[in-house]
């Protein structure tokens, strides 16, 4: 029943309530609105869940007060901005429900540190960690105490706190943090020794990330200099503190400072066995920043002072690349065929060229593309080089719209039997060409070969073309007929021509999926799901209950996920039980109802990771696609997306691919947070939007990112107005590669400039993030509310 979440002392009160307000007329069961506002929370519905919880205290006050509702109507209105409501409630939480105090405490805390009170928030913290020390709010309120200090200036009271907290710290990462900040904090108090010495601690270690690496590089250049713009204090250095300190700056793209260390080595150190490497690597910064010509200007020094060294070779074909970029034909090309004369059997020839007969396309000269095409493929007769020579002549013939000819370069590909991972593109491109030479059969035939599993972009490229056929074609018979029952049935779901079709078609197709194991999966545990009555009914007499798990049953009774989540991994942790499945399901539910749903999409790809490549979407039971394809942060989402009027269903899409929804997540080349930007591109945009005290800090922001990458997006969709598979392929490689690849295919098709896409990694991200908009496009409408699927 309902009170059985309750102390036990306070039960028969409520119980007397219940049987009070049975009578009225007037009010709601409080069980139900209790639901409602379980279900408002999941859906992120802030204004709902306000309106749901004022009901509750209103017509059921002390349910309202006794179960803690307060806590997730404070939670409500500080999400839609209302602090006033939002601390009245959390200190309501703490009076009344003792249980949830060290977390209202802590949410206390945060309202005062964004007012700027850090002595306000102090309080607060100490508060949550005097209420619970166990809990994952009082984890939290120890780590912040000690910064707070520091970012008041009391530098003792700082050092006290981190000393006095590090009893209680197991992860890695957190006690690396706190290291960093004491040797921030003794580095303040003229303890220069033994911050040095902490710094060197945290940098030497190889388990730590590039955020803590550049935060002792800076530690240690505030100690040498005073502050962190050390120009004059880098002739203090020796060369591996130089190198090493360029490494960390160039890998967070901080290019400026990384440069200033590579050329203090270079200058300093001329015959320093490093100096090779600093200056290719000063080449490559410059080239990240898309500044060409300073990027072939230091690559050309590294082959005219160290032509034997081992980057030589790598220098002279990036050259090549940054002549190419500058659109100086003549001078790539010299470089691409030297390196290809220079370097036999160096797996960058074949590569070469490629550059060197993508180059003459793009300087309009498709006979020399050709002739290089055909020398590449005098060198490498078969294999995977030749099936990509073939290709380049098959796209570069597609270009011209000579489709017989492009028809033979293709066909040649299919014979040469390795395509490199373009077989699905390349049969794709096949089947248009076969359709501009009206052979619509051999069409229909190449297009089925194609498996349209739900990550496969092409086939569902080669479904739309089979259906666009089959109701152009009126009564003549192009379907194909499987050789099993399962293609037979595929066969006809792929070319049906009315959604009465399609959803026979489908109907059929499940139904003899369902008999074969290798289309069988498992769905989500269903007790793993949904409120959990075997750790929500707790006997709060029983104190032997762990009380991690209280508060997980208290938090996901009120519909406070995030906080549920918390307690509920920290419980299974002390009991080594976080292996199990459906422990690993109930923790991921739980934060995928706190819109942090990275566990959820994980668990299920794992479970569909397995099935047929040719099983459709549509087949697919509609709860998985859903996991799979969730719509996490809606409100920011829905917001800064119509604020720039891009779809937010594309948002959505790029969010997937880039972080799988994690908020904090900063992958190898810097880019950090849910849209995953790097400093320099962030801060360009924080611009365009009038924000001015942007931090690297704030990118790990939902808020901020989705608001900037919104922005960003809506730039890109400018420059490619109705062409997000081109948006997709600039947001990943730059908006000045895709201009390229656009003009190489001659086609605003999106088949043919992705096929022009050089980068496998490129490649692969636009494909998959146009396979998530098409599934996104059938799960939810512009509003992101779901849309029926047709069963």
Request: aromatic content about 10%; some cysteine; proline content about 4%.
């Amino acid at each position: 029943m309902f009170v059985s979440l309750m102390p036990l002392a306070k039960a028969l009160p409520v119980i007397s309530l219940f049987l009070a307000l049975a009578a009225s007329v007037e009010s709601r069961d409080p069980k139900l609105i209790a639901k409602e506002i379980r279900e408002a929370s999941a859906a992120a519905d802030h204004p709902a869940v306000i309106a749901l919880c004022e009901e509750l205290r209103r017509d059921h006050n002390e349910v309202f007060s006794w179960n803690g509702f307060s806590y997730v109507l404070g939670k409500a209105y500080e999400n839609v901005g209302d602090a006033g409501r939002a601390s009245s409630n959390y200190l309501q939480a703490a009076e009344n429900h003792p249980l949830l105090a060290s977390y209202a405490f802590w949410r206390l805390s945060r309202l005062q540190r964004r007012s700027g009170n850090l002595p306000a928030e102090r309080l607060f913290l100490l508060e949550s960690l005097i209420r619970d020390d166990l809990s994952g709010a009082a984890k939290a309120a120890n780590k912040r105490l000690s910064r707070s200090y520091f970012e008041s200036g009391n530098l003792d009271s700082a050092a006290m706190s981190i000393n006095s907290g590090w009893g209680t710290k197991s992860p890695v990462l957190w006690l690396a943090d706190d290291q960093v900040l004491l040797a921030d904090i003794l580095a303040a108090l003229g303890n220069t020794q033994r911050a040095v010495k902490l710094y060197w601690a945290v940098r030497t270690d190889t388990r730590n990330g590039d955020d803590l690496d550049l935060a002792t590089v800076e530690g240690l250049a505030r100690l040498r200099s005073g502050n962190s713009d050390f120009t004059e204090s880098l002739a203090d250095l020796d060369p591996n503190a130089l190198f090493g300190n360029g490494e960390v700056y160039q890998s967070n793209r901080l290019f400026e400072k990384a440069r200033a260390h590579y050329k203090a080595l270079y200058e300093n150190f001329p015959d320093n066995s490093r100096v090779p490497e600093s200056l290719f690597a000063i080449g490559r910064g410059y080239a990240q920043r898309r500044d060409h010509k300073n990027a072939a200007e230091w690559y050309e020094r590294l082959l005219d002072e160290y032509p034997e060294n081992d980057l030589a070779a790598e220098a002279l074909y990036q050259a090549g690349n940054a002549f190419a970029a500058m659109g100086e034909t003549e001078e790539s090309s010299r470089r691409f065929q030297q390196f290809i004369e220079e370097n036999e059997g160096s797996e960058r020839v074949p590569s070469a060229y490629l550059n060197l007969i993508d180059l003459y396309r793009d300087a309009g000269l498709a006979s020399e593309a050709i002739s290089w095409a055909d020398k590449m493929l005098a060198e490498f007769p078969s294999g995977e080089e030749a099936a990509s020579a073939h290709f380049a002549k098959a796209r570069t013939h597609l270009s011209q719209e000579d489709w017989n000819i492009a028809l033979m370069d293709l066909l040649q590909l299919e014979a040469n039997g390795s395509g490199s991972g373009v077989s699905g593109e390349a049969l794709f491109l096949k089947g248009l060409v076969l359709e501009k030479l009206n052979r619509k059969q051999d069409a229909v035939s190449t297009y089925l070969k194609i498996p349209a599993g739900f990550k496969n972009f092409h086939g569902w490229l080669a479904t739309k073309r089979l259906r666009e056929i089959s109701q152009s074609s009126g009564s003549e018979k192009l379907r194909s007929t499987g050789q099993s029952e399962i293609e037979t049935a595929l066969a006809n779901f792929r070319s049906a021509s009315t959604e009465e079709e399609i959803k026979n078609s489908l109907s059929v197709l499940r139904s003899a999926a369902s008999s074969k194991t290798e289309y069988k999966t498992r769905e989500a545990s269903k007790s793993g799901f949904g409120p959990k009555r075997e750790y929500r009914r707790i006997k709060f007499t029983e104190r032997e209950q762990p009380e991690n798990l209280d508060l997980a049953a208290e938090f996901e009774f009120i519909g406070a996920f995030t906080e549920a989540a918390i307690e509920f991994q920290i419980h299974e942790g002390k009991t080594g039980r976080t292996d199990s499945e459906d422990q690993r399901e109930l923790i991921a539910d739980l934060r995928k109802k706190a819109g942090m749903v990275t566990g959820s999409v994980a668990l299920a790809e794992g479970r569909w990771s397995k099935i047929p490549a040719d099983y459709p979407a549509e087949a697919m039971p509609e709860s998985e696609l859903r996991l799979l394809f969730p719509a996490p942060f809606k409100s920011y989402v829905l917001k800064y997306s119509k604020a720039e009027r891009i779809d937010p269903r594309f948002v959505l899409s790029i969010m997937r691919q880039e972080s799988r929804f994690e908020a904090d997540v900063k992958s190898i080349a810097a880019a950090r947070g849910l849209m995953q930007f790097i400093p320099s591109t962030a801060s360009e945009i924080a611009g365009e939007l009038g924000i001015d005290d942007y931090s690297q800090e704030d990118l790990y922001d939902p808020a901020f990112s989705i608001r900037i990458g919104s922005r960003y997006l809506s730039n890109l969709f400018r420059l490619f107005p109705d062409q997000p598979a081109a948006v997709a392929a600039s947001y990943n490689a730059g908006e000045d590669r895709m201009e390229r690849w656009l003009s190489r295919a001659n086609s605003n098709d999106p088949a043919r400039y992705i096929a022009e896409i050089r980068f496998a990694q490129t490649r692969d991200y636009v494909v998959k993030v146009m396979n998530n908009y098409r599934i996104y496009q059938m799960l939810y409408d512009e509003n992101l509310e779901p849309l029926p699927m047709s069963r």
